[in-house]
């Protein structure tokens, strides 16, 4: 069954292949036919009308494709009039939900098509299908009455400020305030033939009020159900758009958000003369929110509501109890339906719709809650440098607070004790009542990350089922202490600890929360699923293609219009600018990395006893999101190796005639098309002697071999060395160096480092920009083309007789300055026809990878090519000598050599073929 | 060998009725074959176009093609039913199917249309003994005098699947 999505995405599709219908290509019509029969059974259910409509249009292309009703222009553009009434029913059921029955000419055109042609054949096709609708006819927009266009500006509106009101934060009172006053704007261009819609709009601003003075018991909570309600106002709207008159739907709606607002429902029933406003009072935004026409208790105070909304089992309705009101009649009310089944008291089952609908809230709180702690962590971990800072306090304290209310709003009461405690805190340090302690600074990192374990327990909850308890009692109490200025022994974090049971602190519990946590205070973003990004990439590099292919064909090319080269060149530039920003789409900045070493160097300062001052530089340089993903695990390594080895303990330091202060400064920068990310400290740096003590011990070096400074940095992360028991002897440096190198390398990057004794070492990591775009060499074997990555390629040359030599008549190898390389022929490699079997006449390419050497027997080099990289599927990746594909300029998919595979396969096979020889020999 | 063949179709693929059967099919031709998939796995039909074959892969795997910026693989069907190849025509063309969530193409003679075919249509495929593999083949449709068989596109995919396990393993 084709998913709503698709159905739009299949209609769209149609419509645009039904504009141009190519007689002579046979496979148009039998695809149009399968994509309408698709939609038939698509649109069955809920679009009856539609559904036949598109019957009757799968029956007219099928005829055309068999030929019994001419491929002409009568016949195409009743489709194409067909198409367009179906996709303009389909946008009407998205909006009011309501199958538009279908105009009757367009039916009338369809069946005359077929009736010209009845007398030659009926298809069997035609079973099932009914002509003509007995319908009203209503198509495409509804009804045109005289307030239509006013009401589609509304719409306009109103939508507009419905995408706000879901996006803004409820604790930032400008912006509500702003919502409000747009909302109020809306009112004088309601008629009074929707007054409906004026109670609603007025009921939604009394909602916004009560949140600014801080009535509501919760500013999320409050702004969930207004975003609900200009949802159902643009319902309401679109229906008297449509002609409906006030139905039953209307009103129940109606009431509903009635008693969200805080109105009684009796009132909310019969508004519309009461608040029939005239155009003074909906001028005036201060006459609109008379206090006391709101009664406090009316939601909690009203049985009659309460049964009533029971009796809907709406969780809309649900949730409209607990604005204003926390008592706790409210609260089994406030479970949310299917969420969390174990602590769903009383509430009864909530339609399936509503569990798909909660179950995005509950993403969307995950996702927000991660960025609102990522936020917390790095503020918290400002105002440690900076306590007097109010305004840093007073962000933490929003965070958690925005927490709270979320999490007490589905009902997730680890999470919301856990962020009260804390908020508890930081409201005592507001006012001052608190001082904030480092031990207090402690607890609330400590807070964060039990709060993300905590979240990720109910993600995982409500992805498996799976109930994870994890005991947060002790840490509340600890929390408690803490506040009460009980503080524990700071010098002991080992305790701390153990007094929490069931909580481990893991660094990399939740690597990829709040990934550029930062960066959403000043921009606005939005969330993309990285498989649309992908399509992007792709559909905009197939627009390129198809944009060189029209701007290289010969017709083109031989055309003397000046307009059409100029147009061709703009098409080019624009295209070229839409794939650079297409690919630029995957860069995140890597600062939410940084942030995290921060922390990390802090907890470690602090558990070994030593005082460390931690800068960054450029955490605003972006890089592809894998990279960024990838490079946490090595550069906590590296950070974690500064802080343990690197830089001493004070009282060396003081001895070495050092401040007592380390530093260790990270920073990114651009540098030639790369990024590198540099780890400095002004520690004790490596003892260069000792490493290449251990060197030779270990056989690596010749005693007496002469080794640059560098070549003796390099040292550490050969793995013989740094995998060795005693490494971290040497200076420090060299726990695991060796697979911190694998790893950056595995991401097409090099690590570097440079030291001096007795005060500090530089690492440099230099990354490429991204790993979805490689420089390739484009080659040709035969009909074949192969991209060769860039950086595996030495060099290439056309090898003379004698540098040709076999061995053993099996293996063939090229001299190439005195060092002999194994020849592989690509083309017998891969199974293809080469042009050119001699590599004295072909061409043959030296390639190196993983520190090998291997010679390639290829027939021409085509060029360089910066290609994006895509996978192959897995049952097609059985080669180890490919790495992958990507479409080549002339749209053809072009297969990616693994110059590792190559190697490795040479290495392998000569070995085999030396055995060979001994074999023979003996 | 045999056992390895049916498993992993067999605890996959939910044994369905003949009445299930009944639907709306695309039909294609091999030869003087013809064939049917139900129309909701059929994505698109394409022209020929450059196939770049892919190295190591079964004889009835064709290569890869570039569908507008997505790299699909594509299967010939009569290399997978066993019948001789024969010269591509303008008629030869590329069904896009959606087998077991992944996009693959099928190369195929000549298309044929979309059609209904009823429940009372349809027979169970008889057996051949054991050298004809009609795991593959949901049932057999007789709409107006035409003999038309219903192909299980995720079947066919699975055997591949076994296929290239056994390919492996071979090596």
Redesign the interface.
Known sequence: ??EPMQVQKVLEEVSGAVMMIDPA???IL??L???L??LV?ALEEKQPASARLAAVL?GTV?AM??GTIAVDEASMEAVARGMASLQGAYVDFQRTQRDSPVAAPVMDELSALRRKTEGSDSS??D??VIVGTPDAVVFGKPTVTAGDERVTQVLIRLNQIHDRAANLNPDDYSQVAQLQMDLDNITPLLDTSSSRGRGLVEQLGRILERIILEECADAVQGMQIVVQGLALLEDLLTETGAGVTGGGDAETLLRRIAVEAGDPPETATAPVAETAPSPETAADPAGKHIPGEVPDSGERGNPVAAADLGAECSPEAALALSIGGDGPDTDDLLNVDGVFPASTGGAPPGPAQAVIVDADIFSDFCSEANEHLGLAESTMLELESNPSDTELLNRIFRSFHTIKGAAGFLNLTDITAVAHSIEDILDGCRKQAITLTAALTDVVLESIDLLKDLLEDAQRQVATGAVASRDVSGFLARVRDAAEGRTMDSTEPETEQKETPGYARDGQSSSDSGAGSRATRHQSHVRVDTGKLD?L??????LVITQTQVAQNPEVSASSSQKLGKDISQLMKISNDLQEISMSLRMVPIRATFERMARMVRDLARKCGKEIVFAMHGEDTELDKNVVEEIMDPLTHMVRNAVDHGIESAAERRAAGKPEQGKILLQAYHRGGHIVIELRDNGKGIDRDRVLQKAVDRGLVEPDQELTDREVHDLIFHPGLSTADKVSDISGRGVGMDVVRRNIEKLRGKVEVDSEPGSGSVFSINLPLTLAIIDGMVIGVGE?RYILPLTSIVSSLRPLPEQVSTLLDKGEMIRVQDELFPLVRLHE????RALQEDPCKALVVLIEAEGERCCLLVDELLGLQQVVI?G??E??R??P??SG?A?LGD?????ILDANGLVARTRKRSRMSIEDAYQRAS | MEETMTTPVSDTAVERSLEDLAG?Y?TFFLGKEEYGLE??K?R????MM?V??????PGF?R????L??????VVELRRKFGMPDVEQT??T?IIVVQARG?EMGAIVDR??????IAAEEIQEAPSFGSNVDTDFILGIGK??GHVKLLLDIDRILSA??VD?VQ??AQN
């Open positions: 069954m084709l290509d046979p496979y039998p695809d036919a399968v994509k029969a698709q059974s799968a099928e494709s068999a069997p096709q079973d099932g399509t990439v792709n559909v905009v590099g197939e074949e490699r891969f199974g293809v895509k192959l599927s049952q097609l059985q080669d000598c490919l594909c479409i749209g053809k998919v072009g297969l | 709306k695309f129309i909701l059929v698109e039909i394409i022209g450059d770049t074959p892919v190295p190591r892969t795997v290569g890869v093609i570039n507008r910026g997505k790299v699909i693989p303008n008629e063309c992944v298309v044929s249309e979309v059609t209904d709409s107006a591949q699947e290239q390919a492996v």
